[in-house]
């Protein structure tokens, strides 16, 4: 299969841009159970298996997709659930859409490879405005640091695509750390994280639940 890129022009409305280890210990309040087994690393077991290829290519960006289901559903429970206002609502309202536009721009890359979205459960991570936040920028780092981990395993083309989203993503937690009054970059250098790390630390915290 090859992975066709497109443009992002058209994604989402234009909008005003407003210890990682230790924003995962505190991200999820009851968020959910430990997923036995691991849900993620059942559905991608060639993930990162080998050099560049077509093949691979599709398994890393159906691997990106869902962390954008799961991104966007998260956007989706936190604006009907967790009472925001202000700065907060609105940096739910415009990510929410950012995240939609990557799906549809993997889904339109990955064609009929596409996978479908997995069940999520977000519990009390979207309870209210301090643990949305706290999860938000849980949420935030890893999709850069899962992002940033597969750049060495795509091919030139997909790579670029890839890259018009990681960037994004990082403003994405740039923003939210603003808003809460923490640093908006801690170090000066993101560090990537393994496809094997990324579903370590999604199955801690138990959102996906098929």
């Known amino acids: 299969m090859v992975i066709r890129v497109r443009s992002l022009e058209h994604a989402g409305p234009e909008r005003p841009e407003s210890s990682r280890g230790e924003f995962l210990q505190k991200a999820v309040v009851a968020g959910g159970a430990i997923v036995a087994g691991g849900v993620l690393v059942a559905g991608l077991p060639k993930l990162a298996a080998a050099a560049p290829s077509p093949e691979q290519d599709v398994e890393i960006a159906n691997f990106a997709l869902r962390l954008e289901y799961l991104q966007a559903a998260f956007y989706d429970a936190a604006s009907s659930k967790a ?117 370590q630390d999604l199955d801690k915290i138990g959102f996906i639940r098929s």
């Open 83 to 199: 009472n925001l206002t202000g700065d907060l609502l609105e940096f739910v309202e415009v990510v929410r859409e950012h995240e939609r536009a990557h799906i549809d721009y993997l889904k339109e890359l990955l064609g009929d490879a596409a996978k479908p979205s997995p069940r999520f459960e977000f519990g009390n991570s979207v309870s209210n405005a301090k643990n949305f936040s706290k999860t938000a920028m849980t949420l935030e780092d890893l999709g850069v640091a899962a992002y940033n981990g597969q750049a060495t395993n795509l091919r030139r083309q997909t790579l670029a695509a890839a890259a018009r989203i990681v960037s994004v993503d990082a403003r994405h937690a740039a923003w939210i750390r603003a808003i809460v009054g923490r640093p908006p970059a801690l170090q000066p250098t993101d560090p990537p994280k393994t496809a094997t790390r990324v579903l």
